[in-house]
């Protein structure tokens, strides 16, 4: 697929964010991870022009082959120089993608979340109508190669360092986890339990319940040990189950899903699904909170383990280092500042993003 060449830098980029604005498409649950810190660093980036669409919102009110329609026609009214995608499942059709990477005379992009698991069943299928592809899984860029998709940029999750930093004040909890309540979660923080370490969580599945987006920075910094898992869950339950046959769209409408789809869904059901470096691993050392968090590949390119970040590979020792640091301030602070120095030196999107352009061969200003 051809990219369009731009003779010059453009003056002011332009670019189209095409999104979804609420998480999982539900207005009920709040607005999306992407929509608070892709969309909202693009609009404080200098020398950036920023439109948006998102389709979840469209696709909600009017159905699907409207939604894409209308996503043609924004393309065209707004003349972007980059499409910078986040799809979701199969909203947007192929060939409304082709379209635009073919006829509008923008360059696309699409980020992949979690290729580590969704590769086969969904990222795959979409690469090859964009331009530009960008992965946070390093097994995946070979595999888009092979694919015949060679304009693949490996970048990673990271802090949204615009969003406004947290109250500060005296700490409130010993040692939290915020996050979904998978079955391996529930047992490590039952286990920890069992040996007198209180652990408070909040997130869906637990009696807490999930937190506001500033409510969560709070708790990040009012917090002496913040926990994060890397795995995801492995345990075959009816839900799970249930996604082998049916596919959720983000206005929640379920379709069935085809017998090539319900094959691929079963075997990623029964394969080990590896860990992955989640957004977590910034935001909670961005916002200025310590992190102890379960040890996955390559974490150590972005933190200096023990340093400014703190690993555990077991259970016992997240229990050894729990009653560690929580009894040596000294040594819990300075890794809990230098950790906020190197998230807000090398890992904040506005980095990323940057860099991404980059690579595009769009340069845009500080």
């Not at 005296?170 to 915020?178: A, T």
């Not at 500033?214 to 009012?222: A, D, S, T, Y």
Request: aromatic share 12%.
């Amino acid at each position: 697929m051809n990219i369009p060449q731009h003779s010059s830098p453009p003056k002011k980029i332009r670019l189209l964010y095409i999104g979804m604005k609420y998480d999982y498409g539900d207005p009920n649950r709040g607005l999306c991870h992407e929509y608070v810190n892709f969309l909202g660093t693009f609009e404080k980036m200098g020398n950036i022009h920023v439109d948006s669409f998102f389709f979840d919102e469209v696709l909600m009110k009017q159905g699907r082959s409207s939604m894409n329609e209308q996503l043609l026609e924004a393309v065209k009214e707004h003349s972007p120089d980059v499409c910078f995608f986040v799809i979701f499942t199969d909203e947007i059709f192929k060939e409304t993608i082709r379209s635009i990477s073919e006829k509008s005379g923008a360059v696309t992009v699409n980020w992949f979340a979690d290729d580590h698991w969704r590769y086969d069943l969904h990222s795959k299928l979409y690469a090859p109508e964009f331009h530009w592809i960008v992965t946070t899984d390093h097994e995946s860029v070979e595999k888009y190669r092979q694919l015949g998709c060679t304009n693949v940029i490996l970048s990673q999750w990271g802090f949204n360092h615009l969003s406004g930093p947290p109250q500060g004040g005296n700490y409130l909890h010993e040692i939290s986890f915020i996050g979904q309540a998978h079955s391996n979660r529930r047992n490590i923080v039952r286990n920890l339990l069992q040996k007198k370490i209180s652990v408070e969580c909040w997130g869906k599945g637990w009696e807490n319940g999930r937190l506001a987006g500033n409510e969560m920075k709070q708790k990040f910094v009012r917090s002496r040990i913040n926990l994060n898992f890397t795995s995801s869950t492995n345990t075959v339950n009816l839900k799970r189950l249930a996604k082998v046959f049916l596919n959720r769209r983000s206005d929640s409408t379920l379709h069935l899903n085809t017998p090539f789809e319900m094959f691929k869904e079963a075997k990623t059901l029964y394969r080990h699904q590896r860990p992955q470096i989640k957004g977590r691993n910034f935001e909670i050392p961005g916002y200025g909170g310590f992190l102890l968090t379960e040890f996955v590949d390559r974490i150590d390119q972005y933190y200096i383990p023990d340093k400014e970040i703190v690993l555990f590979r077991n259970f016992d020792e997240l229990v050894g280092k729990i009653s560690f640091y929580l009894h040596h301030e000294e040594e819990r602070e300075s890794i809990r500042l230098a950790g906020q120095r190197r998230t807000l030196n090398d890992h904040t999107y506005e980095k990323r993003f940057r860099q991404i352009l980059a690579s595009m061969s769009f340069q845009s200003s500080h």
